[in-house]
T-cell receptor, first 116, second 111 residues
Framework: GAVVSQHPSWVICKSGTSVKIECRSL??????MFWYRQFPKQSLMLMAT?????????EQGVEKDKFLINHASLTLSTLTVTSAHPEDSSFYIC????????????FGPGTRLTVL | QKEVEQNSGPLSVPEGAIASLNCTYS??????FFWYRQYSGKSPELIMS??SNGDKEDGRFTAQLNKASQYVSLLIRDSQPSDSATYLC???????????WGAGTKLIIKP
């Protein structure tokens, strides 16, 4: 399957600071990438769809000014959590479609964010 | 009604037995169906995709799709303790690349 990387794998920051998470498709190009958030013992929640060359599409209830998404190239999307607060502590995972007709989504290993 | 439904479990299966995981979906026009495995603290990993009615086998895994009844299942033969994980069913949205996710079934394989 296709390989997606994320960096960093974990980050601890102070409340009020901003954190940038990178998502890269390593062996394929992705015009679209997805950003998910997952709280402990809960299911995946789609936050936004990142589109290369255009604005991201945010799901209902997700603040676009707080979660800044930039799809800088066909292999890189970044998520910046601005002015992070403890309630933003979560597991952030990106994915990108590939495979047959771009039907299959491949996930990065995730970034665990802890805001103190 | 949720768009993709799974029994949350936990489903407990003895080692060596067959584990059967089920998923139903509401959009009759859905064409692509996926099973992901997620270990605790890790991201989901694609294990099976199925697009046509019937069975699709890959090693110890068999995915079954019945579009008329709007369900998709995953069978794991000769279950191993390493199969213990949460299994997520996902259905591709007709309108874009988005996946509609079930809440997942926690599977426990008891030695």
């Amino acid at each position: 399957g296709a390989v997606v990387s994320q960096h960093p794998s974990w980050v601890i920051c102070k409340s009020g600071t901003s954190v940038k998470i990178e998502c890269r498709s390593l062996d394929f190009q992705a015009t679209t990438m997805f950003w998910y958030r997952q709280f402990p013992k809960q299911s995946l929640m789609l936050m936004a769809t990142s589109n290369e060359g255009s604005k991201a599409t945010y799901e209902q209830g997700v603040e676009k000014d707080k979660f800044l998404i930039n799809h800088a190239s066909l292999t890189l999307s970044t998520l910046t959590v601005t002015s992070a607060h403890p309630e933003d502590s979560s597991f952030y995972i990106c994915s990108a479609p590939s495979g047959r007709n771009n039907n299959e989504q491949f996930f990065g290993p995730g970034t665990r964010l802890t805001v103190l | 009604q949720k768009e993709v439904e799974q029994n949350s479990g936990p489903l407990s299966v003895p080692e060596g037995a067959i584990a059967s995981l089920n998923c139903t979906y509401s959009d009759r026009g859905s064409q692509s169906f996926f099973w992901y495995r997620q270990y605790s603290g890790k991201s989901p990993e694609l294990i099976m995709s199925i697009y046509s009615n019937g069975d699709k086998e890959d090693g110890r895994f068999t995915a079954q799709l019945n579009k008329a009844s709007q369900y998709v299942s995953l069978l794991i033969r000769d279950s191993q303790p390493s199969d213990s994980a949460t299994y997520l069913c996902a259905v591709k949205s007709r309108s874009n690349y988005q996946l509609i996710w079930g809440a997942g079934t926690k599977l426990i394989i008891k030695p």
